[in-house]
């Protein structure tokens, strides 16, 4: 075996273990993409295209059993000039195969020039190890940790270490070596160590996650009522969209004559969110904060205290996220890690956003086909309160055929109160298991926890959940990429915070098909269809969806 073939081993085989749940899938392309990557990281020479397709093809033939499951079968011994056009991937590899041809390999390399020993013998071992050598790799899982198993035993026999042991190295020297077992009762241990790490597709996805994600500036809010009370008679207040403007002359006049402590408030204004009261002719201050804050309905003739928001004056978090967000746009262009996939998603453009306004009821939701990764669902359930629009009962939202919408996929179901038990009945009479639950701790315009909210019988709401319900097996689940809880503040009534739709999109990848119910115009976005009755008009961008859909709707 050549030294680039070795190199190309020693890359699957550290590739397969960060992969970490066999069998691995991937295109060949992408695994060569990985390996030059590597290449370039280690500064070693780089192999090309066609000598890495020839390694493979090399290290295949070396294995008693092939190391390799093709998809087309033939993968292999295809030749492809370009990778992008290479659709074949290799669907399996073969751990142990591969691990055992690197441990031949290792002993029959000259360790410090990496080239063939001349004293090489042709067959790897004379002796008992060569005949396990020689066994067929057993398909099944459990087997194939008896023969490591063998195969380590065996070495302990032998009470003398010899480099030219075939097992040597097959005996983890700790506990970090999770792949290679030694004795049953480690197994455990080993198995436990091996659950704790991430597979390498989930390490790649957190990566990409954090490359790609829109952030928000984030900042910290003033608590000293001194600013606060200064800044009172400082500042001019918008109406329209509760922010409050600062009057620098003013504030340094202040601080000339000697107000409060120079550094300290200018400081703070610069680099703080202040709340300002705005005190109106009706205002009462006794009777203290209102309880909605700037989501009250009746703002103009309150009698609680409401407040205006000074923005930070020196934006630097907002410059920061300013500037990763441009970045993303070239983190886009990177060719993705992807499983069971030969095409980057990345290189998929995003649907632009449709809609259609409908009554959800009666549409045929045939028409909208049933692909979706994700589908997400807000229905307004009767829960007794006065809402400016329709409700459903429950049996009308259970007559609704979501069934039909999913091969497979997430479906996740805005619930409160009782009907969290309701919603979870309906999921899985719609086909789904309910797989977990995302819960959004509503925050008011002060950033504290919402203490008086407009719902609640017993104890104020001060959150909502969302149900997550999961059909079918879908590989492509990208999953513990974000946690289980959203904290944001609250809007319009009923209004879901946006951050969630970075959450799903995370969760399901780019480019697929994602279908909202009961969504409002400002829930429409690129990748998603969103159906409702308050939407304005009907915008659909796919070809066959739109014929259908204007077919029915003629009709
Ligand atoms: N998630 C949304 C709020 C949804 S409120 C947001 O973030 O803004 C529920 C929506 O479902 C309302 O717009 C309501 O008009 C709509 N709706 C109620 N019954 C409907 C029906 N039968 N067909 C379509 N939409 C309906």
């Known amino acids: ?21 066999p069998p691995v899938e991937g295109a060949i392309s992408e695994m060569y993409f990985c390996f030059i990557a590597s290449c370039q990281v280690k500064g070693k020479d780089k192999v090309s295209w066609l000598q890495f397709v020839k390694c493979l093809q090399n290290i295949d033939e070396i294995c008693i059993c092939h190391a390799f499951t093709c998809y087309p079968s033939n993968a292999l011994s295809l030749t492809y000039e370009d990778p992008f056009k290479c659709f074949s991937r290799i669907t399996s590899i073969d751990r142990l195969a591969l691990n055992l041809v690197y441990k031949r390999v290792k002993i029959t390399m000259d360790p410090v020039s990496g ?20 066994k067929p790799i ?3 899982k459990e087997e194939k940790l008896d023969l490591l198993l063998e195969l380590a035993e065996s070495r302990r026999a032998k009470p003398k270490r010899s480099i030219n042991d075939l097992c040597a190295g097959l005996t983890p020297t700790d506990l970090e070596d999770i792949y290679t077992t030694t004795s049953k009762a480690k197994r455990l241990r080993q198995l436990n160590l091996l659950l704790a790490t991430h597979a390498g597709s989930h390490i790649l996805t957190k990566e990409r996650a954090k490359l790609r994600t829109i952030i928000k500036p984030f900042y910290d809010c003033c608590d000293d009522p001194k600013h606060t009370q200064m800044l009172i008679s400082l500042v001019s207040f918008d109406r329209q969209t509760n922010y409050c403007k600062l009057d620098q002359h003013k504030l340094n006049d202040r601080l000339n004559m000697g107000y409060g402590n120079d550094n300290d408030i200018s400081k703070c204004v610069n680099q703080k969110i202040h709340f300002i009261p705005i005190i109106q002719s009706q205002t009462d201050t006794k009777l203290g904060d209102c309880s909605y804050l700037d989501t009250c309905h009746k703002m103009s003739s309150c009698r609680y205290v409401h407040y205006g928001q000074l923005m930070p004056l020196d934006d630097v978090s907002a410059k920061k996220a300013t500037q ?11 060719s993705d890690f992807t499983r069971g996939e030969s095409m980057s998603p990345a290189s998929r453009p995003e649907l632009p956003a449709q809609w259609i306004n409908c009554d959800v009821t009666k549409l045929d ?24 629009y329709s409700s459903l009962t429950d049996s009308d939202l259970l007559q609704i055929r979501m069934d039909k919408l999913q091969k497979e996929g997430l479906f996740l179901l805005w619930v409160t ?11 899985k009479k719609w086909g789904y298991k309910v797989v977990n639950q995302i819960t959004w701790v509503k925050t008011n315009q002060l950033v504290r926890t919402i203490s008086t909210g407009r719902t609640g019988h017993w104890l104020n709401h001060s959150k909502e959940h969302l149900l997550v319900g999961l059909k079918g097996n879908p590989k492509w689940l990208n999953k513990c990429i974000d946690p289980q809880i959203l904290i944001s503040s609250t809007r319009e009534t009923s209004r879901k915070p946006d951050e969630i739709y970075g959450m799903v999109e995370r969760m399901v990848g780019p480019g697929t098909r994602k279908l909202e119910i009961f969504g409002r115009q400002h829930n429409t976005r690129p990748g ?25 709707a003629s009709v």
Request: no cysteine; hydrophobic share 35%; aromatic share 8%.
């Open 115 to 134: 080239e063939e020993s001349p004293k090489t013998p042709s067959s790897p071992l004379p002796g008992a190890q060569t005949a396990i050598y020689h």
């Open 1 to 21: 075996m050549d030294r680039k073939t070795h190199e190309v081993l020693k890359f699957l085989i550290d590739w397969n273990n960060l992969l970490v749940d």
């Open 365 to 388: 939701f045939s028409i909208l086909g049933n692909d979706f990764a994700l589908i997400i669902a807000d229905p307004s359930w009767t829960i007794h309160m006065n809402l400016n």
């Open 324 to 334: 990763h967000n441009k970045s993303i746009q070239k983190a886009m262009q990177v």
């Open 528 to 552: 998603w269809l969103t159906i409702g009755n308050q939407l304005n008009g009907t915008h659909l961008v796919e070809k066959e969806i739109a014929e259908r859909y204007y077919k029915v």
């Open 417 to 427: 109160g009782r009907t969290i038990e309701t919603g979870r009945d309906f999921l």
């Open 138 to 140: 057993p398909k099944d």
